[in-house]
T-cell receptor
Framework: KNEVEQSPQNLTAQEGEFITINCSYS?????LHWLQQHPGGGIVSLFM???GKKKHGRLIATINIQEKHSSLHITASHPRDSAVYIC??????????FGKGTLLTVNP | DVKVTQSSRYLVKRTGEKVFLECVQD?????MFWYRQDPGLGLRLIYF???????EKGDIPEGYSVSREKKERFSLILESASTNQTSMYLC??????????FGQGTRLTVV
């Protein structure tokens, strides 16, 4: 079993919809990242969380340390949000473990 | 405001060539990392370095080596590139877990 599980693997939405992507992990962590990767593009760090909630524009990330769960929300989704969203955790060692990613497609 | 810079966004190399992927950070971070990303497998750790001249193998070090002569620079070396090393390569650096940054990635194609 992977240490980091994301759901769904693929998500298709209509422009304007509210999007939620989930990340569950099975080990104790120091922090969690949400990353974004556009098709053929590089990887951009959206958020780094160790507790609570962060907001940046239309993006909101939450984490529940006790439940070992994080969510990434996108409000008023737009076609330019179409990308792969990746959850990654810092464990107790030096390793950063990545989820397999969620492919989001937002149709106009 | 770029903090972690990978020397190339796209590279095309021939089989058997020696390939250097460079990563530079300007934040005085001790820890630096190299990952590769493949469809269906996600991102996997190749090597990491926790200080100058210090290195540790990650999950998939075969076919790679690294160099960290200066704190700001961490190089990934493919001694003899092969087609199965065609991939996206990602560098990261951190001082603590709450201060970690990623490069933009290098897409390497070996033909």
């Amino acid at each position: 079993k992977n240490e980091v599980e994301q759901s769904p693997q693929n998500l298709t939405a209509q422009e304007g919809e509210f999007i939620t992507i989930n990340c569950s992990y099975s080990v104790g962590i120091s922090a969690l990242h949400w990353l974004q990767q556009h098709p053929g593009g590089g990887i951009v760090s959206l958020f780094m969380l160790s507790s609570g909630k962060k907001k940046h524009g239309r993006l909101i990330a939450t984490i529940n340390i006790q439940e070992k769960h994080s969510s990434l929300h996108i409000t008023a989704s737009h076609p330019r949000d179409s990308a792969v969203y990746i959850c990654a955790i810092w464990g107790s060692n030096y390793k950063l473990t990545f989820g397999k990613g969620t492919l989001l497609t937002v149709n106009p | 405001d770029v903090k972690v810079t990978q020397s190339s966004r796209y590279l095309v190399k021939r089989t058997g060539e020696k390939v250097f992927l460079e990563c530079v950070q300007d934040m005085d971070h001790e820890n630096m990392f190299w990952y590769r990303q493949d469809p269906g497998l996600g991102l996997r750790l190749i090597y990491f370095s926790y200080d100058v001249k210090m290195k540790e193998k990650g999950d998939i070090p075969e076919g790679y080596s690294v160099s960290r002569e200066k704190k700001e620079r961490f190089s990934l070396i493919l001694e003899s590139a092969s087609t199965n090393q065609t991939s996206m390569y990602l560098c990261a650096s951190r001082r603590t877990v709450t201060e970690a940054f990623f490069g933009q990635g290098t897409r390497l194609t070996v033909v």
